[in-house]
């Protein structure tokens, strides 16, 4: 299991613009949370960090969709080479895990490269204006490491934004599977390279 962690995309950076389809068959647009934060989550079905986070995923989003969060997470992996990706598995994976939040497919990769993103999960927090307030890890806890799933860290960092107060710059990349890139397709950003 190879080991790659989040670019840290630059904290004030303004959320990409993405229109993507949703696994319930309607579009969705990062405009349709304007006035309202909005947590963006690249994942896949398979990737043993997701799966290693998938009930917390579920009952984080159940209780932030509730406080007023939009959240969207993006499945962005090749699916030519990775089908148990592709968007009909996705919509099965989302009812299976009790994923509230949109699930939405970037076919052609542009929106992953738009925010830079690099590792499943790779979570981007933005605030009522939609600049860029969070980016790391949802917690310490990783396959294997016996450390208890919590959320902690994107948890206060969300619980910050919805009370109108600053985050905490300092922020841990978060670590995961590399995105599946298509062939010859990889960013200039991503090196490919392993993390700790």
């Known amino acids: ?9 630059p904290l004030g950076t303004t959320a990409p613009t ?27 079905n398979h990737c043993p960090f997701v799966v290693h ?19 969207v997470a993006i499945s962005s992996n090749d699916v030519e080479n990775y089908p148990q990706d592709g968007p009909e ?16 497919y970037d076919a052609d990769q542009s929106v992953a490269k738009a925010y830079k993103a690099a590792c499943t999960p790779d979570f981007f927090l933005f605030d009522t204006d939609h600049a860029l307030v969070y980016r790391g890890q949802f917690d310490s806890s990783r396959p294997g490491n016996e450390v208890a799933v ?11 934004v919805l009370a109108g107060e600053m ?18 397709a990889e960013p200039e950003y991503f090196t490919g390279q392993s993390a700790e």
């Open 167 to 184: 985050v905490d710059v300092n922020q841990k990349p978060g670590i995961g599977c590399n995105i599946k890139w298509k062939v010859g």
């Open 89 to 104: 598995e996705m919509k099965i994976e989302a009812e299976s895990a009790g994923y509230q939040f949109a699930y939405l």
């Open 150 to 160: 919590t959320g902690q860290d994107l948890r206060a960092a969300c619980d910050a």
């Open 53 to 71: 986070l998938r009930d917390a995923l579920a009952e984080f989003g159940d209780q932030y969709l509730a406080k007023g969060m939009a959240i």
């Open 1 to 9: 299991m190879v080991k790659t962690a989040s670019t840290m995309l």
């Open 18 to 44: 993405f229109s993507l389809s949703n696994v319930d068959g309607t579009t969705i647009s990062n405009s349709d949370s304007d006035g309202r934060p909005l947590l963006v989550i690249f994942m896949c």
